[in-house]
């Protein structure tokens, strides 16, 4: 069956103010398509921490959503670093953003943890030197 | 609680959204930390603050609040206050420091809500 939505975003690397852009516009397209409030919450935090780890560590990326009939997949892929030890990654409190970014609020190891506590899968393909795909998605 | 109330009680001015005056909330939580705010907030109407950048507006937005409380006196950039419009946000300033107001908000019956 064809998805009922394709969303695809560049995610702007050097500018933090813009960081969340995407996830707003995503927020605002389900709820005019008249998805699950709770589900709109889910995939808004997931995909916005998402944003904001890819402005800190990866100078942006793409992002490009899915909507099927009975789940919202969201795909965020980056060409940056990649991630050396993705578990140590999912721990909460765990954190290797700069000083810098805890000073605007974020940088405290809480961005894949909540990515994976607002979303029903998540599954991450990373190498060094190459990027990091992180696929997420929420049931509706 | 209204946000009007929450003018009054932290004896605030109101920097946008004043139209939103008589909107009632009904928990709140203070925090600068906008990842925990993401993480451990669930269903608070209100964000009390000391942080002042873009992302406070955008946390708010993605946790579905109506109105930010900038303590200390803070107040927002341009920008901010023009995001906070499209998004349908009060935004607040208090001379009141960040342990004060959420004191005051909460005796007067604001209460915490539940963990996300």
């Given at each position: ?16 103010t ?123 | ?14 920097i946008c ?34 942080l002042v950048n873009p992302q406070v507006i955008r946390?708010a937005e ?6 930010v409380?900038f303590?200390?006196?803070k107040v927002p950039d341009s920008a901010m206050i023009a995001l906070a419009q499209q998004r349908?946000i009060?935004l607040?300033t ?23």
């Open positions: 069956m064809a998805a009922l939505l394709t969303l695809h975003y560049d995610v702007p690397g050097d500018d933090f813009r960081a969340g852009e995407a996830s707003s516009d995503v927020k605002k397209k389900l709820k005019a398509l008249g998805v699950d409030p709770e589900a709109i919450r889910k995939v808004a935090i997931a995909m916005y921490e998402g944003e904001i780890n890819m402005v800190i560590h990866a100078h942006g990326g793409t992002v490009t959503v899915t909507v099927e009939p009975d789940h919202i997949q969201m795909v965020l892929a980056d060409t940056g670093p990649g991630i050396p030890n993705v578990e140590l990654a999912m721990t909460e409190g765990y954190s290797t953003a700069p000083d810098e970014v805890r000073n605007l609020g974020f940088g405290a190891g809480m961005g894949l943890p909540n990515m994976k506590k607002y979303t029903d899968d998540i599954h991450i393909d990373t190498e060094l030197g190459v990027g990091t795909t992180v696929y997420m998605t929420v049931q509706i | 609680m209204t946000i009007a109330e929450i003018q009054t009680i932290l004896n605030a001015d109101f959204g004043e139209e939103w005056r008589d909107h009632e909330v009904q928990t709140a939580c203070g925090s600068d930390m906008m990842s925990d705010v993401l993480a451990f907030v669930k269903n608070q109407s209100v964000l009390l603050t000391g946390t993605m946790m579905d609040m109506v109105c409380v303590v200390r006196g349908e009060a607040l208090t001379p009141e420091r960040m342990f004060t107001a959420c004191g005051k908000l909460y005796a007067a019956g604001l209460g915490g809500g539940v963990k996300a």
